[in-house]
Every structure is written in structure tokens, then in C-alpha cells.
């Protein structure tokens, strides 16, 4: 089922982009399915999870964090993941970037936006995203990369469309304000029921689960 899961979608996907599987509470053996049928990042919520997965898996695949990172879990994250797409808070980036000066490496990242302002959720808020940058864009050893949001939790998931739209406008005003040490390169929104509307307000990253795994336990 996974198999045919995975291949349904990325034939629907447009060219360009890219599907990070979240495998949050899935076996490596389920992700190991996803990847035989053409995956080629998966996207973990929690460090433990993730090591154990990486530990059977390795570089089969790419690793994206897509959760909320702790801070005394940097030196284990930046030793899995090619990704961090939940930088929100100058000491978590300050965190990443100490741990990557150690192993000589850069971690690319991404930004995630609270675009629909919620007090309790995670993400830098929208109008606080450019100074944001501006402070941790000279940490060496971090390369942002671009914007992540989730939107708020909804029924009909044409309702995240302003929300979508929103993360679009502030990424192409950040791309063309030409910071030094910043790239817009992706723009990370949309999940299993969100994913066609965050791909028509320009996404070019979608991370999916349920549609790739079925529902989780
Ligand atoms: C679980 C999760 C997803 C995927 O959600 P599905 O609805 O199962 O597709 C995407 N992004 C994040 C950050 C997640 O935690």
C-alpha cells in the first residue's frame, strides 16, 4: 500500500517539488517501503525517532527535521539531519550553529513562520520574520534556505489558503531583499489534506504522512 501511496503522489506532484515523507511513529521498515518506491527525504518530528531510524536507514535517504527542536538535543540533530525546517528562536539557531562549527559543517535551514499568529504555537510570527533573520544570518555555520509554516489546525483545508499565500508573500519579499548569507530557496507547506491547495500558493515542498503511511496508530 505504501508503495502505491507513494507513486500515486509523486506522479500528481508538479514538477519542482519536492515530497518529504513525515514519518513520525512509523517502523523503518514502513519508511524503508516509502523510500524502495521513490522517496528520497524523510522528514522526522523527534530526534529519538529519528537516530533510531537513521541508525537501520542511514543515507538512504535524506533526513529533514520538520518538529520542534530542543535545544539539548542539537548535537544529536545536526549529526542526523540535512535539514533543520523549524528554526524559531535565535538560541535554538545559535545552538545549531555551535554544533556544525564542531564537525566542520553547514546546516542548511528553514524559518517556520506562525502564520496564522496563534500564541500557542511555534513559529517566528509573520511580521517579526525579517529582523529574525537579519540577527541569525551572520551565524556561519547555518545557511537559511528558505520558509516553513503549518497553518492552524481546520476542517476544510481551502481555509489555509490565506495562510499559504501569506508565507509566499513573505518569502518572495525576503528572496528579494538579496540578505547576505540567505537563499529563498523553499518554501515548505502543505501536508496530506493541504498539500494541492499549499502547491497552487506556490509550495515547492510538501511533507506528508497519513497519505504515504495511512493513519497513524
Ligand atoms: C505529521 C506532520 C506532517 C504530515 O501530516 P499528515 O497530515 O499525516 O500528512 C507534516 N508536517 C509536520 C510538521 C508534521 O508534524
Redesign the pocket.
Known amino acids: 500500500m505504501i508503495k502505491e501511496n507513494v507513486k500515486k503522489i509523486m506522479s500528481e506532484l508538479p514538477k519542482g517539488v519536492l515530497l ?1 515523507a ?1 514519518a ?1 511513529t512509523r517502523t523503518s521498515e514502513e519508511i524503508l517501503e516509502a523510500i524502495e518506491a521513490g522517496v528520497q527525504i524523510i ?1 522526522e ?1 523527534y530526534v529519538q525517532e529519528a537516530e533510531k531510524a537513521f541508525g537501520i536507514i542511514g543515507n538512504r535517504a535524506k533526513w529533514h527535521m ?2 520542534h527542536l530542543q535545544t539539548n538535543k542539537t548535537k544529536k540533530a545536526v549529526r542526523i539531519f540535512d535539514m533543520i ?2 528554526i524559531d528562536s535565535v538560541k535554538i539557531a545559535k545552538a545549531i550553529d555551535k554544533e556544525c562549527k564542531k564537525l566542520g559543517k553547514v546546516m542548511p535551514v528553514l524559518i517556520e513562520v506562525n502564520s496564522a499568529e496563534e500564541s500557542q504555537k511555534a513559529g517566528v510570527m509573520p511580521d517579526d520574520v525579517i529582523s529574525f533573520i537579519k540577527d541569525i544570518s551572520h551565524l556561519e555555520n547555518i545557511k537559511i534556505e528558505g520558509l ?1 509554516t ?1 497553518g492552524p489546525f481546520v476542517d476544510d483545508p481551502e481555509e489555509l489558503r490565506p495562510y499559504f499565500r501569506r508565507t509566499k508573500e513573505l518569502f518572495e519579499k525576503i528572496r528579494d531583499m538579496d540578505i547576505p548569507n540567505v537563499e529563498m530557496k523553499y518554501l ?1 507547506m ?6 494541492r491547495v499549499a502547491i497552487e500558493e506556490g509550495a515547492n515542498m ?8 495511512g493513519p ?1 496508530h
Open positions: 518529504v513525515a513520525k522528514g518530528n520538520i518538529g525546517e523549524t516553513m503549518m515548505s502543505g501536508m496530506s489534506d493541504s498539500y510538501v511533507r506528508i504522512g497519513t497519505k504515504i503511511f497513524r
